[in-house]
Nanobody
Framework: VQLQASGGGLVQAGGSLRVSCAASDRTLSYYVMAWFRQAPGKEREFLSSITWSEGIAYHIDSVKGRFAISRDKAKNTVYLQMNSLKPEDTAVYYC????????????WGQGTLVTVSS
């Protein structure tokens, strides 16, 4: 599967942004899709995941209540809605995919930069 992330940009603190990830493969039933981010000078961080088939979502505690992952089966696209953004959310955001039951994400999008100004 090939992934294409988009939607990054510059937003003021407290604002909202939605990033998207379009998947090339239409047979995603057994996939788990996820969003990661990597801030300057920091390691890549897992944020959220969603099972493609059932839409079961998971978010890490630090973004729970502010970020929401979703998927649109008709558009073959995964989204990350980000609200109440903070300057520390500034990072390159990556989408990724793995097969259910796998420990590793094997497909990655190219990343989209989100910059939150104070």
């Amino acid at each position: 599967v090939q992934l294409q992330a988009s939607g990054g940009g510059l937003v003021q603190a407290g604002g909202s942004l939605r990033v998207s990830c379009a998947a090339s493969d239409r047979t995603l039933s057994y996939y788990v899709m996820a969003w990661f981010r990597q801030a300057p000078g920091k390691e890549r961080e897992f944020l959220s995941s969603i099972t493609w088939s059932e839409g079961i979502a998971y978010h890490i505690d630090s973004v729970k209540g502010r970020f929401a992952i979703s998927r649109d089966k008709a558009k073959n696209t995964v989204y990350l809605q980000m609200n109440s953004l903070k300057p520390e959310d500034t990072a390159v955001y990556y989408c990724a995919a793995k097969m259910r039951g796998s420990n590793e994400y094997h497909a990655w999008g190219q990343g989209t930069l989100v910059t939150v100004s104070s």
